[in-house]
C-alpha cells in the first residue's frame, strides 16, 4: 500500500530543513569567519578542516546509536524531535561573534561550529535512515527519495534567497564611519538573519516528525541492542552490495564537486568577466549554477516514473551515461556567443540527469540494508547510512582537494589581474568537461557489478515479509 502524499511531503521537509542551513554554511561561513567575525584566512580555512574530518567520523558512532534507540516513536524518528531546536541554536552559536580576544573568538569558533556538526550529524544520521522504515516497497522509497531531493533544492534556494536580505534587515544602523561599530552592527544583523533561519528549519523538522511514520519494524527488531557493535561493522564490511554503492557514490560526488568547484574559475579566466563577447549574452557563474539547481529539480521529478519502466540500476547508468557524454561535448563548445548559449543548454542537461541520480542514490542504500537484513538477520540501517555519509565526505574533501592540485599542476596564476596561460586554459577545459565526464564512467564500470536489481529486490522483500510476519507472531 502506498504511502500518503502527505508523509511524502512530510520527509521531503526534513531534507528542506537541512539543506537551508547547509547552503549558508558552504556559501556563507567563510567569508563570515575572515570579514565580519575577525579570522585570518589560514586559521579560519584550518578550523573549517578540522572540524569537518571530525565530523565524517562521527557519523558512523551516530548510526550506532540510533540503529540501538527504542522510543514509542521508533528508531530514527525521535531525533527530529529531539534535536529540531538544538540545531536552530547550534546555528546561532555558530554565527554569533563574542566580545573575545582574538585566541578566545578563534576557540569560540571551533567549539561553535564542531557544536554544529555534532548536532547536524545528530539529526540527519537518522533522517536518512528513516528512508528505510517508512515504507517496505523499493520503488517506493525512490518516490520518497524524490520528494527529499526536490524539497532539498527548494530549500536551497529559500535560504539563499532570504539570508541576505535579511541580515540588511537584522543590522543595526551605526553612526560615522568607524570601521569596528560597521562590523559589530553588520555581526548582529547576521546573527539575527541566522536566528530567523534557524526557528524555520526547527519548524520544518518538527513537521517532518509530525507527518511521517515508522511503517517498518526489522525482523529481530526488539532484539537488535543486543547487537554487538563489531558485529554490526562486521556485517557491514561483508556487503558487497554496500561497497559497490559506496564507490559509485564517491565516483558521482566527485563528478559535482569537480564541476561545482571550478566553475568560477572557468567564467572568470576563460569565458572573461564579460562574456557577452560581441553579442548580448552575459552569463554570469552564478546564474549557471543556479540555471543548474533548477535542472536538478527536474532530474528529481524524473527519477521516480523512468525507475519504475525500466529499473533503479538502468535508470541509474542512463544519468550517469548521460552526464558524461555531455559533460565531454561540453569540452569542444566555442568560445563563441553560439558557444555560451550551448553550454547553458549543456548545463541544464547535465544538471537534469544529475539531479536524477541523488534520489537513487539514496533509495537503493535503503535496499543494501534490506539485503543486509535478509542475509545477516539485522539491517543497521543507521551505520549503513551514516557510513555512506561519513565516505561521501571524505571524497567530496578529496574533489576540492584534487581542484586546487590539479589547477597548480597546470601552472593556474592566483594574481587578481593574472592572464592564464594557454596550457592553464586547457586544464580549466578538462575540468570542467573530460575529468567529471571520467567519474561518470568509473560509476557506470561499477555499477555494473551492482546486483540488487528490481527482481531480486521483490524477492528480498518477499522474503523479509514472511520473516517478520513470524517473528510477529511468535
Known amino acids: 500500500m502506498a504511502a500518503p502524499l502527505s508523509e511524502k511531503i512530510g520527509y521531503g521537509l526534513g531534507d528542506m530543513s537541512s539543506s537551508m542551513f547547509w547552503k549558508i554554511f558552504s556559501y556563507y561561513l567563510p567569508f563570515f569567519y575572515s570579514n565580519i567575525f575577525g579570522l585570518s584566512l589560514e586559521h579560519a580555512a584550518m578550523m573549517l578542516l578540522i572540524t569537518k574530518l571530525a565530523d565524517a567520523v562521527i557519523d558512523p558512532v551516530m548510526g550506532i546509536v540510533c540503529d540501538r534507540t527504542t522510543s514509542r516513536w521508533g528508531r530514527y524518528r525521535p531525533y527530529l524531535l529531539w534535536i529540531a531546536m538544538p540545531f536552530a541554536a547550534a546555528g546561532v552559536l555558530t554565527f554569533t561573534t563574542p ?60 535560504a539563499l534567497a532570504l539570508f541576505e536580505p535579511l541580515c540588511t534587515l537584522f543590522t543595526p544602523p551605526f553612526v560615522g564611519t568607524d570601521g569596528a561599530a560597521k562590523i559589530a552592527a553588520e ?8 536566528a530567523v533561519i534557524g526557528v524555520l528549519c526547527a519548524v520544518l523538522f518538527f513537521l517532518c516528525f509530525r507527518m511521517t511514520r515508522e511503517r517498518v519494524k526489522a525482523s529481530s527488531e526488539t532484539k537488535s541492542t543486543h547487537h554487538s557493535v563489531a558485529g554490526d561493522i562486521r556485517s557491514l564490511m561483508t556487503n558487497g552490495p554496500w561497497w559497490i554503492l559506496l564507490g559509485v557514490a564517491i565516483c558521482v560526488l566527485l563528478f559535482n564537486s569537480i564541476r561545482g568547484g571550478v566553475a568560477a574559475y572557468y567564467f572568470k579566466d576563460y569565458l572573461g568577466e564579460d562574456n557577452s563577447l560581441g553579442g548580448n549574452l552575459l552569463l554570469s557563474c552564478g546564474a549557471f549554477l543556479a540555471i543548474g539547481e533548477v535542472a536538478n529539480m527536474l532530474g528529481v521529478t524524473l527519477a521516480s516514473p523512468v525507475a519504475r519502466r525500466i529499473g533503479k540500476k538502468r535508470t541509474y547508468m542512463l544519468a550517469l551515461i548521460g552526464s558524461g557524454v555531455l559533460s565531454v561535448v561540453f569540452f569542444h563548445m566555442p568560445l563563441s556567443v553560439a558557444g555560451c548559449w550551448a553550454i547553458v543548454v549543456l548545463q541544464v542537461l547535465i544538471s537534469a540527469f544529475a539531479g536524477m541520480t541523488f534520489p537513487l542514490l539514496w533509495s537503493m542504500f535503503a535496499d543494501v540494508a534490506d539485503y543486509s537484513e535478509l542475509k545477516h538477520g539485522h539491517s543497521s540501517t543507521g551505520l549503513i547510512f551514516s557510513s555512506s555519509s561519513m565516505a561521501q565526505k571524505f571524497g567530496g574533501a578529496f574533489g576540492s582537494a584534487l581542484i586546487l592540485w590539479l589547477l597548480a599542476a597546470y601552472g593556474y596564476n592566483t594574481e587578481a589581474d593574472a592572464v592564464q596561460s594557454g596550457q592553464t586554459l586547457f586544464g580549466l577545459r578538462l575540468l570542467m568537461s573530460y575529468l567529471p565526464a571520467a567519474g561518470c564512467a568509473l560509476a557506470s564500470l561499477l555499477l555494473v557489478f551492482y546486483p540488487l536489481t528490481d527482481r531480486r529486490m521483490k524477492h528480498i522483500a518477499g522474503e523479509l515479509s514472511i520473516r517478520r510476519k513470524t517473528e510477529d507472531h511468535e
Open 187 to 194: 555581526a548582529r544583523g547576521w546573527q539575527t538573519a541566522t
Open 99 to 158: 566580545d573575545l580576544g582574538y585566541t578566545g573568538k578563534l576557540i569560540w569558533a571551533y567549539a561553535t561550529y564542531m557544536l554544529m556538526m555534532i548536532v547536524y550529524t545528530a539529526i540527519n544520521v537518522p533522517y536518512g535512515a528513516m528512508l528505510g522504515v517508512v515504507t517496505a516497497d523499493s520503488q517506493e522509497r525512490t518516490v520518497f527519495s524524490s520528494y527529499r531531493m526536490f524539497f532539498a533544492y527548494g530549500g536551497s534556494f529559500l
